[in-house]
Every structure is written in structure tokens, then in C-alpha cells.
């Protein structure tokens, strides 16, 4: 039984080594490539990763979640509109580096930093130990009887917003069609 | 809990939200910021999803899942804008476009 339980846990080592690193080399490689349609097909990659992170967290819901809406519907709406308007290169790395990127790269690294700092000051000795939580966390049965009775104003607020931003998408595209029209007119 | 503690997922969460924070300052493509902020978005998210698998309790999936709608929203708005900005013919540079007035 103990040697069943280190080989699982060798076995969840190793899969989360793999999702992790496939996890930052994509988030970089988002970053740094200069055509806007190699960084929406990386983004797929990680949001992929992050889709078995999720699994190892035991949270089934959100990585199916992830992978339908986000890999499917919201990626597929990138590569639509980078197709439409054409892909437009950006060499963002050319001529040395500028005192904006330098700066942009502190910047960031500090918050970095800084949220590590933080978890360790604040939370390091507590973090060691998970709660034991039993099968039914995360499925999609426990999720669904979660925001029907605990959190279903937040259910409710979340379909109003989705509703403001299709409605916000249709008044823009009908105001850039009129716009062209008076251009090319 | 098998495998790596809730601390390495964070750190994970952290350095994404600093890899889509680089690109949101430097990058110039709209497009491009756009996929940044897809980026720090689900840093935030994993760190919700691991804090709930640490505390055992299911409010941080379902605040993951909120934050997912939201961002589609957010996508579904700067990608109109990006449509709106490329069919008045103006560059797509977020630089150039310093100015509100059309």
C-alpha cells in the first residue's frame, strides 16, 4: 500500500514537472513571437497545461471548463480575427532592447518577487498541509449544486455580464460598419 | 495530497502572471495584449484552484469559473474593438492610438 502511494506520488511528480514547464515555455513563447497567430496557437498550449494542472488539483469541472471554453470558443474567436485583419509582424526585440522593455521586464520580475515573498512571509508554514477532501470535490454534480444554493447571486451576476459584453460587441461591430461605409464614401 | 504542495502551483501562478504582465507592457499589437492579459488572468486562476484544493472548499472553483466568464467577455469586447480600429483603417498599434478621438 505505501509502495502504491509513492509511485502515485512519483507518478504526479512527474506529470506535473511535464504541465508546468510546458506551462511557462508557453506563457513565453506568447510573449516573445512576433506573429500574432503562433502566439494565439501557443496560448492553446498553455491554457492545455493549465487544463492538467487543474486536473491534479482535482478540480475535473473548471479543466473541462477550460479546455471547451477557452481552447474551444475563445481561441477560436482569436485565430478568426487575426485571419481578418491580417497578421501583422512586430519584431518587438529588434535594435537592443529599449529603456521600455528593461523597464517592463523589472517591473514585472519585481511582482514576481514580491508574490513570492509574500506566499513565503505569510503563508509559508501553513501550505505544507492540504486539507483532505473526499470524491465528489470538483465534479461536475458538486459544482452545479454549489451555484445553485451557496453562490447562485454570483451564477446570476456572471450571465448579466456575459449578456452586457454580447450586446457590447454587437453595438461596436454595427458602429464600425457604418464607420467604413462614411470612409469610403 | 499527492505530488507538489499547493506552494509550487503558486509559485507557477506567479511567474504567469509576470510573463502576461511583460507582455502587456511591452508588446504593441493589440492582439498581442490581448493574449497577455488571457495570460495573468488564468495566473489568478490557478492560484483560486489551488487555494480551493488547499482549503477544501469549493468557493475558489466557483470564482475560477466566474473569472473564466469574464474573461470571455473582456475578449469578446477588445476583439470588437480591434474589428471596429482595423475597419476605420487605422494602424493597430496601441502606441499610435493614444487618442480617443476617432
Redesign the interface.
Known amino acids: 500500500m505505501i509502495v502504491a502511494a509513492s509511485a502515485g506520488g512519483v507518478l504526479v511528480w512527474i506529470v506535473w514537472v511535464a504541465a508546468g514547464f510546458a506551462c511557462l515555455a508557453s506563457g513565453l513563447a506568447v510573449v516573445s513571437f512576433s506573429n500574432p497567430f503562433y502566439s494565439a496557437l501557443a496560448l492553446i498550449g498553455n491554457l492545455g497545461s493549465l487544463a492538467v494542472l487543474y486536473l491534479l488539483l482535482s478540480a475535473e469541472f473548471v479543466a473541462a471548463a477550460q479546455v471547451l471554453v477557452y481552447a474551444g470558443a475563445v481561441m477560436v474567436m482569436f485565430l478568426f480575427v487575426i485571419a481578418y485583419v491580417g497578421p501583422r509582424q512586430e519584431t518587438p526585440w529588434a535594435g537592443g532592447p529599449s529603456w521600455q522593455t528593461v523597464g517592463a521586464i523589472l517591473a514585472a520580475a519585481s511582482i514576481f518577487v514580491e508574490i513570492i515573498v509574500a506566499i513565503g512571509l505569510k503563508a509559508g508554514g501553513r501550505l505544507s498541509h492540504s486539507e483532505h477532501v473526499n470524491a465528489p470535490f470538483g465534479t461536475p454534480g458538486w459544482i452545479g449544486r454549489l451555484f445553485l444554493t451557496d453562490h447562485l447571486l454570483a451564477f446570476e451576476i456572471t450571465s448579466i455580464v456575459l449578456l452586457i459584453a454580447a450586446v457590447g460587441g454587437v453595438i461596436l461591430g454595427s458602429h464600425a460598419r457604418r464607420g467604413g461605409e462614411e470612409v469610403t464614401n | 495530497?499527492?505530488?507538489?504542495?499547493?506552494?509550487?502551483?503558486?509559485?507557477?501562478a506567479?511567474?504567469?502572471?509576470?510573463?502576461?504582465?511583460?507582455?502587456v507592457?511591452?508588446?504593441?499589437?493589440p492582439?498581442?495584449v490581448?493574449?497577455?492579459l488571457?495570460?495573468m488572468l488564468?495566473g489568478g486562476?490557478?492560484a483560486l484552484?489551488?487555494f480551493?484544493?488547499?482549503?477544501?472548499n469549493?468557493?475558489g472553483?466557483?470564482?475560477?469559473?466566474?473569472v473564466?466568464?469574464?474573461?470571455?467577455?473582456?475578449?469578446?469586447?477588445g476583439?470588437?474593438?480591434?474589428?471596429?480600429i482595423?475597419?476605420?483603417?487605422l494602424t493597430?498599434d496601441v502606441d499610435a492610438l493614444s487618442e480617443l478621438r476617432?
Open positions: 495530497m499527492l505530488g507538489p504542495g499547493v506552494a509550487w502551483y503558486l509559485g507557477i506567479a511567474f504567469l502572471f509576470g510573463t502576461g504582465a511583460t507582455g507592457l511591452i508588446r504593441r499589437n492582439l498581442i490581448l493574449l497577455s488571457e495570460i488564468n486562476n490557478l484552484i489551488a480551493a484544493r488547499h482549503a477544501g469549493g468557493a472553483q466557483i470564482f475560477a469559473l466566474a473564466m466568464a469574464v474573461a470571455a467577455s473582456e475578449v469578446c469586447v476583439l470588437g474593438l480591434v474589428v471596429a482595423h475597419r476605420r483603417r493597430l476617432g
